[in-house]
């Protein structure tokens, strides 16, 4: 089949997804296009939109702006031929209700921290099947009464073949906390305070940020300027370069104050590398505590948009995780847990499951042709 997917395109994390998505879309023999959304005209990078890198592929059209009309959305298809349309975070319901009724299937995931009851009606008109990759995320949505198929998130294979780059002595111990964006949901300042509070002498901190965000960047420019085992590192790397550097440390944190999907988990078990991170779910989904890495007990302090809780890390408790990973042999009993999570998460299993959410959406929209 034709299938489109609508992102945004360029170096974050959902269209990282819809990238590995196409390749699965790819891997199961459909044709794959790509509507690309520029980024909000507010916050960093405005407007972004990527050709460069990973994001240089065929059959990429470029959206006039992130809120795509029902006309750009009724020329992309018939130009492209496209019989089935993939979304991530797409609240255009009534743009795609109308692709609908042109005949288009449409399916789409959220991610929980978003999506609300009020989003259900409108969920229910503009596609044919709303799925998760998370249970929890699952779980919210049918106590909104919206029954969500489960396709368990894997492990891409350009992370296995990701070239680690060491930027630190290999006598030490490197800990690194991909901020990203360094948003609301990146616990930044405790996890500075909890790596303060450490006394191995092994222990480095590589904080690695994509763009600046004035008060939290100046907070680990000055963390790293206080405390020689604090590194700060605020570049917009290339795919490769981003992995590198991620495989040549010696262990993740990523603790949040909430997640959605949590890719750092997921590449830091393709690298075989434990993770420190949150005990709650999705994060526990992926990491279970004294198997493939460890989890921080946390305190509840809010809420995210969408009502779900928001949590702090409890900073003593954190410091004396990270103490833990100063240790070799700790380390590699963690290491071990995460090479056997890689191999449970092969993307094998995302791909099927993919394909079955296709096969279903079609089958029922062939029933519904058959009954009307």
Same mark, same amino acid.
């Given at each position: 089949?034709?299938?489109?997917?609508?992102t945004?395109?360029f170096?974050?994390?959902?269209?990282?997804?819809?990238?590995?998505?196409?390749?699965?879309?790819?891997?199961?023999?459909?044709?794959?296009?790509i509507?690309?959304?520029?980024?909000?005209?507010?916050?960093?990078m405005?407007?972004?939109l $990527?050709?460069?890198?990973?994001?240089?592929?065929?059959?990429?059209?470029?959206?006039?702006?992130?809120?795509?009309?029902?006309?750009?959305?009724?020329?992309?298809?018939?130009?492209?031929?496209?019989?089935?349309?993939?979304?991530?975070?797409?609240?255009?319901?009534?743009?795609?209700?109308?692709?609908?009724?042109?005949?288009?299937?449409?399916?789409?995931?959220?991610?929980?921290?978003?999506?609300?009851?009020?989003?259900?009606?409108?969920?229910?008109?503009?596609?044919? !099947?709303?799925?998760?990759?998370?249970?929890?995320?699952?779980?919210?949505?049918?106590?909104?009464? /919206?029954?969500?198929?489960?396709?368990?998130?894997?492990?891409?294979?350009?992370?296995?073949?990701?070239?680690?780059?060491?930027?630190?002595?290999?006598?030490?111990?490197?800990?690194?906390?991909?901020?990203?964006?360094?948003?609301h949901?990146?616990?930044?300042?405790?996890?500075?305070?909890?790596?303060?509070?450490?006394?191995?002498?092994?222990?480095r901190?590589?904080?690695?940020a $994509?763009?600046?965000?004035t008060?939290?960047?100046? !907070?680990?420019?000055?963390?790293?300027?206080?405390?020689?085992?604090?590194?700060?590192?605020l570049?917009?790397?290339?795919?490769?370069?981003?992995?590198?550097?991620v495989?040549?440390?010696?262990?993740?944190?990523?603790?949040?104050?909430?997640?959605?999907?949590? /890719?750092?988990?997921?590449?830091?078990?393709?690298?075989?590398?434990?993770?420190i991170?949150?005990?709650?779910?999705?994060?526990?989904?992926?990491?279970?505590?004294?198997?493939?890495?460890?989890l921080?007990?946390?305190?509840?302090?809010g809420?995210?948009?969408?009502g779900?809780?928001?949590?702090?890390?409890?900073?003593?408790? /954190?410091?004396?995780?990270?103490?833990?990973?100063?240790?070799n042999?700790?380390?590699e009993?963690?290491?071990?847990?995460?090479?056997?999570?890689?191999?449970?998460?092969?993307?094998?299993?995302?791909?099927?499951?993919?394909?079955?959410?296709?096969?279903?959406?079609?089958a029922?929209?062939?029933a519904?042709?058959?009954?009307?």
């Amino acid at each position: 089949m034709r299938v489109g997917l609508v992102t945004k395109w360029f170096n974050r994390g959902q269209p990282v997804v819809a990238r590995q998505l196409r390749s699965a879309m790819d891997e199961l023999g459909h044709e794959t296009y790509i509507l690309a959304r520029p980024k909000k005209e507010r916050g960093p990078m405005k407007g972004r939109l $990527q050709r460069d890198d990973v994001w240089d592929q065929p059959d990429v059209d470029e959206a006039a702006a992130y809120e795509i009309t029902a006309q750009e959305y009724f020329s992309w298809v018939e130009r492209r031929g496209i019989e089935v349309v993939l979304c991530d975070q797409n609240y255009q319901f009534a743009e795609l209700a109308a692709l609908r009724a042109r005949g288009v299937i449409v399916i789409g995931r959220f991610v929980w921290e978003h999506f609300t009851q009020g989003d259900v009606s409108g969920a229910r008109e503009a596609y044919d !099947l709303v799925y998760s990759f998370t249970r929890c995320e699952q779980e919210r949505y049918r106590s909104f009464g /919206l029954e969500t198929p489960y396709v368990p998130w894997g492990i891409h294979p350009e992370l296995l073949e990701a070239e680690p780059k060491r930027t630190a002595p290999e006598d030490v111990v490197q800990l690194i906390f991909p901020a990203g964006f360094i948003g609301h949901r990146k616990p930044i300042a405790p996890s500075i305070k909890a790596f303060q509070k450490t006394t191995s002498d092994r222990l480095r901190l590589l904080i690695k940020a $994509q763009v600046e965000r004035t008060k939290r960047t100046q !907070l680990a420019r000055e963390a790293a300027e206080r405390d020689p085992r604090i590194e700060f590192l605020l570049e917009d790397q290339t795919t490769s370069e981003h992995l590198a550097t991620v495989a040549g440390a010696d262990a993740v944190l990523t603790p949040a104050r909430w997640e959605g999907l949590g /890719l750092p988990l997921f590449e830091a078990m393709g690298f075989g590398l434990p993770v420190i991170t949150s005990d709650f779910a999705p994060l526990n989904e992926v990491i279970e505590h004294e198997r493939n890495g460890l989890l921080v007990r946390s305190i509840q302090n809010g809420t995210a948009e969408s009502g779900i809780p928001a949590w702090d890390p409890d900073i003593g408790h /954190l410091a004396e995780l990270m103490e833990r990973m100063a240790d070799n042999s700790e380390r590699e009993r963690l290491a071990a847990g995460a090479r056997e999570v890689r191999d449970e998460r092969a993307w094998s299993h995302t791909v099927q499951g993919m394909g079955e959410l296709v096969d279903t959406a079609v089958a029922r929209r062939r029933a519904g042709a058959a009954s009307a």
